[in-house]
């Protein structure tokens, strides 16, 4: 296993860079993979590195990054939710053009009658970026009644707004129609089919020393943010929603990729639900699939194309898959740790993206 110069790159980030105040992040984990073949499996830096308020550990309190670490994927779960909603699809319990009222009434308030279940996978919805829900309401049920309610800024269908609020409603939807919870229909629909062992919601303090630390918060009267979700929001829902909360490894993640592939049967999801899912939707503003971005050169850097698909996380996570290729590249950072004001991680998302793009023979 060679290692690619992109990884060396990559590194730099976790140093402070000429006028920048502190590192990208302090450690990451890098994979490329193409069909079945891994080509590069790499870890450097620290997975915590600082404590509570932020200062920082002598060196024999910190964790070292390993292959192994379990990161918080933050808005990469996302794509989990978007394969358990297609699973449902399939099973007959949803329809991608039905109005997302024919099952939750509710949701029809606030000019939403005629959001669909792709509306809400292509955030095309109308709805906001985001709302907070922690704070203000002190049950799940006043939660889902607060999305439920929640009006739309844009006519459904017409603009392209990135919202939590659309991979949030669901997940409550899929639990509503299968009458089993998100986390189920993950663990028995994704994750062990594919043998994904360290993928799942709310690691806990067994697996405590194999997490990567997050964001000090103690505005939120959390202090480090470490073995548990870092999104607010999904951490008011019980750490378990359909934006945010799954926590997961390289190489779990690789087992995702390798199963949008072409060179061997999915065993998630019929040909016809893949097609659909990396098909652009033809959202104005933005090139999306259901779940997936597509063609964003912001993170996908000279691997970006109308075959290439995506995801990134508010933690500093990345999952990019060139179908043309049946090759991927995950890097996963802790970026947020231990405060949200770092550096911008996308030029070094490009960088890896580069470097599998080189491997390949394009660029």
């Known amino acids: 296993m060679v290692e690619?110069?992109?990884w060396q790159e990559v590194l730099t980030f976790t140093q402070s860079r000429p006028g920048e105040v502190r590192e990208a992040f302090p450690g990451a984990v890098m994979l490329y993979g193409q069909g079945d073949?891994?080509?590069f499996h790499g870890a450097h830096g620290w997975a915590v590195r600082y404590g509570a308020e932020g200062v920082s550990l002598a060196e024999p309190d910190r964790i070292a990054m390993a292959p192994d670490t379990i990161f918080d994927l933050a808005s990469v779960s996302k794509l989990f939710t978007a394969i358990v909603v297609m699973q449902q699809i399939e099973a007959g319990r949803l329809e991608l053009d039905r109005p997302v009222a024919d099952w939750i009434g509710d949701f029809a308030a606030g000019g939403k009658a005629e959001v669909t279940v792709r509306m809400l996978l292509a955030h095309s919805s109308g709805l906001p970026s985001w709302i907070p829900l922690y704070g203000?309401?002190?049950s799940v049920d006043e939660q889902q009644e607060r999305v439920f309610a929640e009006p739309v800024v844009h006519d459904p269908g017409t603009t392209y707004e990135y919202s939590d609020l659309n991979l949030i409603t669901l997940?409550?939807?899929?639990?509503?129609?299968?009458?089993?919870s998100l986390e189920r229909l993950v663990s028995e629909g994704i994750t062990a089919p594919l043998g994904m062992v360290d993928t799942g919601y709310n690691p806990g303090l067994p697996v405590r020393q194999r997490v990567a630390a997050t964001e000090d918060q103690p505005e939120m009267a959390r202090g480090l943010v470490w073995g548990e979700v870092h999104d607010e929001n999904a951490w008011s829902l019980g750490g378990?929603?359909?934006?945010?909360?799954?926590?997961?490894?390289?190489?779990?993640?690789?087992?995702?990729?390798?199963?949008?592939?072409?060179?061997?049967?999915?065993?998630?999801?019929?040909?016809s639900s893949?097609?659909?899912?990396?098909?652009?939707?033809?959202?104005?503003?933005?090139?999306?699939?259901?779940g997936f971005e597509l063609n964003q050169p912001s993170f996908m850097g000279k691997l970006a194309s109308d075959r290439t698909v995506?995801?990134?996380?508010?933690t500093g996570t990345s999952l990019v898959i060139d179908l043309n290729a049946n090759a991927y590249v995950v890097l996963l950072t802790n970026r947020v740790h231990p405060t949200r004001t770092g550096p911008n991680v996308n030029p070094a998302r490009r960088i890896a993206a580069d470097?599998?793009?080189?491997?390949l023979g394009r660029g």
């Open 136 to 138: 203000s309401v002190s």
């Open 171 to 180: 997940g409550w939807l899929c639990e509503i129609v299968s009458g089993r």
């Open 4 to 6: 690619p110069q992109a």
């Open 240 to 271: 378990t929603a359909g934006h945010a909360g799954i926590f997961s490894t390289a190489a779990d993640l690789s087992r995702l990729a390798r199963s949008f592939l072409d060179d061997a049967p999915c065993p998630l999801l019929e040909p």
């Open 355 to 359: 470097g599998l793009a080189a491997l």
């Open 274 to 290: 893949i097609a659909e899912m990396v098909r652009n939707q033809g959202v104005p503003g933005h090139e999306r699939g259901l």
């Open 37 to 39: 073949q891994v080509l």
């Open 310 to 314: 995506g995801h990134t996380g508010f």
